[in-house]
């Protein structure tokens, strides 16, 4: 099993310029969620999903889009970007209510 | 996340030294979850703690969940460069159902 994949590993983007970020996984895990790490704020719970077609808010969602329209995978959308969402981008996911496992990680910067 | 509390943010030691990591919780931890970072790489599962009372060990690692399931301590013995890294402490908090709740993380340097 090749676990949580992300993609692209790091990418530099324009204010204003819009981005998807894959995630995908193939262990059949119904969770899948998106974290942000900044330093000093720890990991921020963007998005989550409990299962193919259902998503939620987390903490931090306001900038970010999401879909879940397979079990496998749960890409994050900046529509707009900005400054502000420079950061490390994590995808992670779990069966059920258990151990999440997380991704390789996306360096996004935004100029 | 003020729900969740690491100390100390930063840690230098000794190689051969003890050290301890711990996590405090306002609130009552469904799951508490310790993870390893190495920098620019992805978390890496270490230890799952659910039970109060419960400790869990791997190598020289060894996590510990208090009985009022509030606080978690990471305790490595002779610690070894390999070691160094950042520490993550995630917790399943009740109210929050599936999603985790991060400390801010403990950054360890191990010295030769």
């Known amino acids: 099993n090749a676990g949580v994949t992300q993609t692209p590993k790091f990418q530099v983007l324009k204010t204003g310029q819009s981005m998807t970020l894959q995630c995908a996984q193939d262990m059949n895990h119904e969770y899948m969620s998106w974290y942000r790490q900044d330093p000093g704020m720890g990991l921020r719970l963007i998005h989550y999903?409990?299962?193919?077609?259902?998503?939620d808010q987390g903490e931090v969602p306001n900038g970010y889009n999401v879909s879940r329209s397979t079990t496998e995978d749960f890409p994050l959308r900046l529509l707009s970007a900005a400054p502000s969402q420079t950061s490390v981008y994590f995808c992670?996911?779990?069966?059920?209510?258990?151990?999440?496992?997380f991704g390789p990680g996306t360096r996004l910067l935004v100029l | 996340s003020q729900e969740l509390e690491q100390s100390p943010q930063s840690l230098i030691v000794q190689e051969g030294k003890n050290l301890t990591i711990n996590c405090t919780s306002s609130?009552?931890?469904?799951?508490l979850y310790w993870y390893k970072q190495k920098y620019g790489e992805g978390l890496i599962f270490l230890m799952m703690l659910q039970k109060g009372g419960e400790e869990k060990s791997h190598e020289k690692i060894t996590a510990k969940l208090d009985e009022k399931k509030q606080q978690s301590s990471l305790h490595i013995t002779a610690s070894q460069p390999s070691h160094a890294g950042i520490y993550l402490c995630g917790a399943d908090l009740a109210t929050s159902g599936s999603r985790l709740t991060f400390g801010e993380g403990t950054q360890l340097t191990v010295n030769p």
């Open positions: 609130k009552t931890l469904y799951g």
């Open positions: 999903s409990v299962g193919a077609g259902i998503t």
């Open positions: 992670a996911s779990s069966y059920s209510r258990g151990t999440q496992y």
